[in-house]
């Protein structure tokens, strides 16, 4: 059995480093660098990444044959919802924390995509070529996503990391934006599927978990106080304990445990 765990936009496999080995043991998860995230090397600036392109790098880094459990979070989340019609009947379980939709919440029309809008019509943050990844776009992504203030209070190490693959996740933001998936279209698998969303994530996101929900009443919507979108790095224990409640439910059970 495995258990596949799909980063974030600006971070790496590091932020499962605090899913203890009782709930998912080293030698079942599946962690990859997604593209362009080190050990890859980066995406050049200039060069145009789509959502297909980090699909097909996934997927040369399974398996080719057994069930899959899916942990994801934010753009991961994305990927694994783009990797579904590939994966099939192997996808056991999914719990995703506040995957990325906002260009398909902008398409609902009974969803309020307000907050959608501080993107949309900012006139420079998904278009502009030179800025998208610098430092100043950097800023603009990071703060909404944590707070005002957080991109200056960040450790260098991680500023470093962010500057480095800074284009190529100016590309992630600019798929989940321009990508034609609709909530309609792609619903969610009839498997044991656990959406999480934080208490004090951005509205906008909250938005899109409620969406999802709407259109799949079969999925499990948890609501974690006291947490944001970041809660895998913020507060992993409330994160790994609405995992593991997503597992024990799906009857997930490691032979190590």
């Not at 284009?167 to 498997?191: D, G, I, N």
């Not at 790095?233 to 032979?255: E, R, Y």
């Given at each position: 059995?495995?258990?596949?765990?799909?980063?974030?936009?600006?971070?790496?496999?590091?932020?499962?480093?605090?899913?203890?080995?009782?709930?998912?043991?080293?030698?079942?998860?599946?962690a990859p660098a997604?593209?362009?995230?080190?050990?890859?090397?980066?995406?050049?600036?200039?060069?145009?990444?789509?959502?297909?392109?980090?699909?097909?790098?996934?997927?040369?880094?399974?398996?080719?044959?057994?069930?899959?459990?899916?942990?994801?979070?934010?753009?991961?989340?994305?990927?694994?919802?783009?990797?579904?019609?590939?994966?099939?009947?192997?996808?056991?379980?999914?719990?995703?924390?506040?995957?990325?939709?906002?260009?398909?919440?902008?398409?609902?029309?009974?969803?309020?995509?307000?907050?959608?809008?501080?993107?949309?019509?900012?006139?420079?943050?998904?278009?502009?070529?030179?800025?998208?990844?610098?430092?100043?776009?950097?800023?603009?992504?990071?703060?909404?996503?944590?707070?005002?203030?957080?991109?200056?209070?960040?450790?260098?190490?991680?500023?470093?990391?962010?500057?480095?693959?800074?284009?190529?996740?100016?590309?992630?933001?600019?798929?989940?934006?321009?990508?034609?998936?609709?909530?309609?279209?792609?619903?969610?698998?009839?498997?044991?599927?656990?959406?999480?969303?934080?208490?004090?994530?951005?509205?906008?996101?909250?938005?899109t978990m409620k969406a999802l929900v709407?259109?799949?009443?079969?999925?499990?919507?948890?609501?974690?106080?006291?947490?944001?979108?970041?809660?895998?790095?913020?507060?992993?224990?409330?994160?790994?304990?609405?995992?593991?409640?997503?597992?024990?439910?799906?009857?997930?059970?490691?032979?190590?445990?």
């Amino acid at each position: 059995m495995t258990t596949l765990l799909i980063h974030s936009t600006g971070t790496a496999p590091f932020m499962w480093d605090s899913i203890p080995e009782e709930l998912i043991p080293a030698g079942q998860r599946l962690a990859p660098a997604n593209l362009g995230y080190p050990p890859h090397a980066p995406v050049p600036r200039g060069q145009a990444v789509s959502l297909a392109d980090d699909v097909a790098h996934l997927l040369a880094q399974l398996p080719a044959e057994g069930p899959l459990d899916v942990v994801a979070h934010s753009y991961g989340g994305l990927l694994a919802l783009e990797l579904l019609p590939k994966l099939g009947a192997r996808v056991r379980s999914m719990f995703l924390w506040e995957p990325v939709m906002y260009g398909a919440l902008a398409k609902d029309p009974a969803a309020d995509a307000t907050h959608v809008r501080q993107f949309t019509e900012n006139p420079w943050f998904l278009t502009d070529l030179d800025r998208g990844g610098t430092e100043a776009w950097l800023e603009f992504f990071i703060d909404y996503w944590n707070r005002p203030g957080s991109w200056a209070r960040m450790p260098e190490p991680m500023r470093q990391h962010n500057l480095l693959v800074g284009w190529k996740m100016f590309q992630e933001v600019r798929s989940v934006f321009f990508s034609s998936r609709t909530f309609e279209a792609h619903p969610l698998p009839r498997v044991p599927v656990t959406l999480a969303m934080g208490e004090r994530s951005p509205a906008g996101s909250r938005e899109t978990m409620k969406a999802l929900v709407r259109h799949n009443p079969h999925v499990k919507l948890v609501d974690v106080p006291g947490t944001g979108h970041m809660a895998p790095l913020t507060h992993p224990q409330k994160h790994n304990d609405a995992l593991a409640a997503h597992l024990h439910s799906a009857g997930v059970i490691f032979a190590s445990r």
